[in-house]
């Protein structure tokens, strides 16, 4: 494996400092179910992304850890014109990672498709597309994430965690397993991508017992 580019380091210029504001103005509100403000998400995506510099067969480049903070802008917060935008303000790069991460482009967030619909139109694309590094990387961050997150709640409120979704314990553990396989696929060395198993694998077991 060629590691030459992941030992580029990683520098952050004011444009990242523009992409939290734009991220803040967006996503104003708290992760589901709790008092967490949702910029945390955000940014433990991007901390995640920028973690994996050095570690990945490739440069973690700054468009990347701007598109893990901006990952949820266009699902959540505008859809295509959010995306037009993201676009003109941080660069093609950027937009193209964000729309590899994006499962609905509708302005209307409360008009999206099933939770079903959704996730299997964006794991086909996922499987089908020839993504990009950065999109994968930034998928894999978000998903290693909330699996983290749920993993770590669950600890404290038990099968109450699952009630914060749209869709319960057996779907949202299939929804990681797909994800997975895909990763195991695509980049089945990625410390990132077996972190996120060991973490989705240990979410199984402890929650084996209950039912969605």
């Not at 994006?102 to 499987?127: C, G, H, M, P």
């Not at 038990?158 to 949202?172: M, N």
Request: aromatic share 8%; hydrophobic share 35%; net charge negative.
């Amino acid at each position: 494996m060629d590691t030459t580019h992941a030992q580029i380091p990683l520098t952050l210029s004011p444009r990242f400092t523009e992409a939290v504001d734009y991220a803040r103005q967006i996503h104003t509100g708290w992760r589901k179910g709790t008092k967490v403000p949702y910029m945390s998400h955000l940014l433990g995506v991007a901390s995640l992304v920028m973690g994996e510099a050095g570690h990945v067969p490739f440069a973690v480049t700054e468009d990347m850890v701007i598109a893990a903070l901006l990952h949820d802008a266009v699902e959540d917060g505008g859809g295509l014109p959010r995306l037009q935008d993201i676009e003109e303000r941080f660069g093609k790069e950027v937009a193209d990672i964000v729309k590899g991460c994006t499962d609905s482009f509708e302005v209307d967030s409360d008009k999206k498709q099933e939770w079903e619909q959704r996730k299997a139109s964006y794991i086909k694309r996922l499987r089908e597309e020839p993504e990009s590094e950065g999109t994968l990387l930034v998928s894999a961050a978000d998903k290693l994430y909330n699996a983290r997150a749920i993993l770590e709640d669950y600890g404290e409120v038990g099968a109450e965690v699952w009630r914060r979704f749209k869709r319960g314990r057996d779907q949202q553990l299939w929804y990681f397993g797909e994800l997975l396989m895909i990763y195991g696929s695509r980049c089945p060395d990625w410390r990132i991508v077996k972190e996120l198993k060991r973490v989705v694998s240990e979410l199984r077991r402890i929650s084996a017992s209950e039912s969605s």
